[in-house]
């Protein structure tokens, strides 16, 4: 099936007699027979739910439709984002460990990365997004278990060579992690390009309607844990009867073990309400993506000709610095957002916003209404003009999320705005 497909009808078959829709199974536990049934599940040798901190029928039709848009093995649905990029991490790196990261990556991961992960052990390297293979190679070291990117980033749009981390990774026998939330499997699927692990927001486009909160961790299956350096898969866990993930479970090694060690241990788990709200979602995000894409493009060509306007950073616009690169990865378009800077630094940015009509102020990006945020004025407001540069947010930078409206009404209200200024 083509992916327009799947996103409609992956992960859910019912049977003869089932609801057509699929059920939300609002259960945190499961009915067996005997005592026998339900041991064989705790020992990962039968398949079934138990227990829906590990797994829920609502949740599972869920992750197979996303393991199957982004042609992986299996999925693993969490509570939000965030713990889907602590889970890809940790379930392959601890204390002692190495992981390097690209700096251009959404703020609550550097975060989570740079004080929480390092405060527990694990040492970090930042590279610029668009290092050279070069100086990447010589940053591994024989404790490195992961790199870590993210295909086109938030809030500053950087786009990635995909293809040249993969390479440089595995030359050194280390799988690569891709955030792919700005792109999602329409635009980009990482696995195409020597990804291993994808994740996701799916907080963002994947649900679409700003509904419900919620991350998923994607399994390529192709690397092999036997070739690098990671006793966490390729030894018996005494904490889960001594399964070796490897020889149990082969290809999915590395997502069986995310559910079986660190979904048990951190309960970070997707409600069914919140899967069935994604899924809903999902069914339309091959129709959604294309239109965020054209109406960003409009608007970001109307506003890089506007008098008022100071810069403007879209992958799509061939002054970018990223236009050729994001051509070769996301030919049919990166995302809906746009960082723009307008003239008159901080309060020409903030008459800018609070002229718009169409366009709401929040703290979300990427869904179907079209918002924007000024991070010098909210989630930056405590910082100087001069801290600010140094966090790479000009004061004037406005970060708009283009909607699926009418695109004559968005640049309209954009004209409208810019009068203000
Ligand atoms: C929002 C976001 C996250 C964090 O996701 P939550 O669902 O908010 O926890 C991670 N990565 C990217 C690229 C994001 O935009």
Redesign the pocket.
Known sequence: MKLDTLCVQAGYEPKNGEPRVLPIAQSTTFVYETADALGKLFDLEADGFFYTRLANPTVDAVEKKIAALEGGVGAMMTS???AA?LISVTNIAKAGDHVIASAAI?G??FNLFNKTLRDLGIDFDFVSPTISADDLNVLFKPNTKAVFI?TVT?PSLDVVDIEMFAKVAHAHKVPLIV?N??ATPINCRPFEWGADIVVH?T??YMDGHAVA???VIVDSGNFDWTQGDYPMLTTPDESYHGVTYTEAFGKAAYIVKCRAHLMRDLGSQASPQNAFLLNIGLETLHLRMPRHCSNAQAAAEFLEKHPKVEWVNYPGLPSNKYYEIAKKYMPNGTCGVISVGIKGGKEGAARFMEGLKIAKIVTH?ADARTCVLHPASTTHRQLTDQQLLDAGIAPNMIRLSVGIEDPEDIIADLAGALEQV
Do not use: P
């Open positions: 939000a984002g965030q990029s959404y609550g991961t993210e938030n955030d939330t700005f927001s907080s963002k909160l919620g991350g990006v």
